[in-house]
T-cell receptor, first 114, second 115 residues
């Protein structure tokens, strides 16, 4: 499968624990995006990278959230001290070059905070 | 900032009928409008898109129209089939000085096609 992949697909954690998600974009896609989707809503933008540079962050991305893309390939999203309100589907998307706005999504990581 | 309103929130049609989903965006600088289809438990899939220099685009049974003056974008699905049943999202991407960043999504339309 040459599409965007995410790991893990599901994560259950207790409130206060830290979690980390991984996203592998489509090969050679230089842009990588993170979104959060809650039930009955559209995806909400969190942050995006062009190569290894983090170019934009949403106000939704509190200081408990951090994202990295150290070598311009895969990316990680870490949530520290998780809260029940963090329960959601975390989606990753990637895009390429001149058609940077055509974003292709991964299957998501469903986070449940108990 | 950009805001995208989508309606209806649910739509039920008989197989073979047409379905129309409408979105209104707020930022006149937005210049790219994709539509995504999301089946239950699956990833959003890009099904069609339109840029602000085009008024209409078709791909087999689906079409998208853009009215820049009214800031409306609409998805049309003809000859609907049960496999078209899904949640459909419109989105807009504001043009920040030529650099394309995030997508702003509507809240989605749940389309049910009854056989």
């Amino acid at each position: 499968d040459t599409g965007v992949s995410q790991d893990p697909r599901h994560k259950i954690t207790k409130r206060g624990q830290n979690v980390t998600f991984r996203c592998d974009p489509i090969s050679e896609h230089n842009r990588l995006y993170w979104y959060r989707q809650t039930l009955g809503q559209g995806p909400e933008f969190l942050t995006y990278f062009q190569n290894e540079a983090q170019l934009e962050k949403s106000r939704l991305l509190s200081d408990r959230f951090s994202a990295e893309r150290p070598k311009g390939s895969f990316s990680t999203l870490e949530i520290q001290r998780t809260e029940q309100g963090d329960s959601a589907m975390y989606l990753c998307a990637s895009s390429l070059g001149a058609r940077a706005d055509e974003q292709y999504f991964g299957p998501g990581t469903r986070l449940t905070v108990t | 900032g950009e805001n995208v309103e989508q309606h209806p929130s649910t739509l039920s049609v008989q197989e073979g009928d047409s379905a129309v989903i409408k979105c209104t965006y707020s930022d006149s600088a937005s210049n790219y409008f994709p539509w995504y289809k999301q089946e239950l438990g699956k990833r959003p899939q890009l099904i069609i898109d339109i840029r602000s220099n085009v008024g209409e685009k078709k791909d087999q049974r689906i079409a998208v129209t853009l009215n820049k003056t009214a800031k409306h974008v609409s998805l049309h699905i003809t000859e609907t089939q049960p496999e078209d049943s899904a949640v459909y999202f419109c989105a807009a991407t504001p043009n920040y000085g030529g650099s394309q960043g995030n997508l702003i999504f509507g809240k989605g339309t749940k389309l049910s096609v009854k056989p």
